[in-house]
């Protein structure tokens, strides 16, 4: 079956380190996605990819890259610069512009 | 920039009890989607609605799309303590990427 996979499920961060969270999917989507979730504040874009070796940040970019260098793959890097890391992180992708996403199961990451 | 607003933040219901949760937007939504997220999982989507006016069955969820496209509802007849979740609407955007409203947490007591 398709889908899209996130790993690890959860992570835990020292402060100052970087993070990389995997996020694959064999859907055949163009379209990749993240998305941050905090309590009480929906869902909010970090980065997002309309096609390989191309991305653009979303309304939170600050503290977070990217790379998709190739179609199914679309890691982000939660860097030190990012102030307040903990947080749930949703990776999503879709066939095309105005279709609908398919999420992964997510990623809990804690600063300890 | 763009906002979608939901309302309301958190329903308590008795099991049997309807359920609406709205969707508000200040500018011309391009399409609206929804999604329910169950507890201590992730978003799965629902539904898009694209026309103005469009309304949409899925079984005991009914989705409609306001006339001038700045509005948007989901209703649930009866709920049962399967819907409990919170269930988020998204607009389109001019770019293809969703912008999320904050979500409307649905709980249901037996």
């Known amino acids: 079956d398709g889908g899209i996979t996130q790993s690890p499920k959860y992570l835990f961060r020292k402060e100052g380190q970087n993070v990389t969270l995997s996020c694959e999917q064999n859907?055949?989507?163009?379209?990749m996605y993240w998305y941050r979730q905090d309590p009480g504040q929906g869902l909010r874009l970090i980065y997002y990819?309309?096609?390989?070796?191309?991305?653009q940040k979303g309304d939170i970019a600050e503290g977070y890259s990217v790379s998709r260098e190739k179609k199914e793959s679309f890691p982000l890097t939660v860097t030190s610069a990012q102030k307040n890391p903990t947080a749930f992180y949703l990776c999503?992708?879709?066939?095309?512009?105005?279709?609908?996403?398919?999420f992964g199961s997510g990623t809990r990451l804690t600063v300890v | 920039g763009q906002q979608v607003m939901q309302i309301p933040q958190y329903q308590h219901v008795q099991e049997g009890e309807d359920f609406t949760t709205y969707c508000n937007s200040s500018?011309?939504?391009?399409?609206i989607q929804w999604y329910k997220q169950r507890p201590g999982g992730h978003p799965v989507f629902l539904i898009q609605l694209v026309k103005s006016g469009e309304v949409k069955k899925q079984k005991r969820l009914t989705f409609q799309f306001g006339e001038a496209k700045k509005n948007s509802s989901l209703h649930i007849t009866a709920t049962q303590t399967t819907d409990v979740g919170t269930y988020f609407c998204?607009?389109?955007?001019?770019?293809?990427?969703?912008?999320f409203g904050k979500g409307t947490k649905l709980s249901v007591k037996p």
């Open positions: 999503a992708s879709s066939r095309t512009q105005g279709h609908g996403y398919t």
């Open positions: 859907l055949n989507h163009d379209a």
């Open positions: 998204a607009d389109g955007g001019s770019q293809g990427n969703l912008i």
């Open positions: 990819s309309q096609i390989v070796n191309d991305f």
């Open positions: 500018t011309t939504l391009s399409n």
